[in-house]
């Protein structure tokens, strides 16, 4: 099974004025656009079916939509509250082990996806892995998902990303 950490797309400013619930702060226009970019280079790295799990803030859901879009994707992003900012990672490894499929996408948070990444890997949530925005890295496990099982495959930042994607077309 590969999971693939990827961090949500920049969003705007906190604001308590504009968004009083900081879950409702969306991605900017401009980070739609490096998202959807950073999304169609990990769709040239990544061909195989996947499953997509998100938080439900919406600049991650967002995020998760446009993933569903470049990685073709038929089933909608499963919610998952555990990916909520200071959610448990020991939940979301619970809910990858009772899935059946090869390939999962997580879209999340820092600095939970980086605690998340170190407890994968080193099975210690302190060894963090930090991810930038629209920033992703694959983890591969030899069977199963279990903390301290996964093999780091690569980290690429969302400028290696997008250049991934090739040449972008101007509409």
Known sequence: MWVYLFRHGPAGQR?????PDDGQRPLTARGERKTTR???GLARLERRPAQLFTSPLERSARTATILQQSLNVVRPPQIAEELSPGGSPQKLIARLQRWNGEVAVVVGH???????AGLLLFGDPEGTLPLKKSGCC???FEDAVHAGAGRLVWLLSPRLLRRAAGKAVRA
């Not at 604001?15 to 968004?19: F, G, I, S, V």
């Not at 820092?110 to 998340?116: F, I, K, Q, T």
């Open 15 to 19: 604001d308590a004025e504009r968004w």
């Open 38 to 40: 950073a999304a169609r």
């Open 110 to 116: 820092e600095p939970d996806l980086g605690r998340l």
């Open 138 to 140: 694959a983890i591969a």
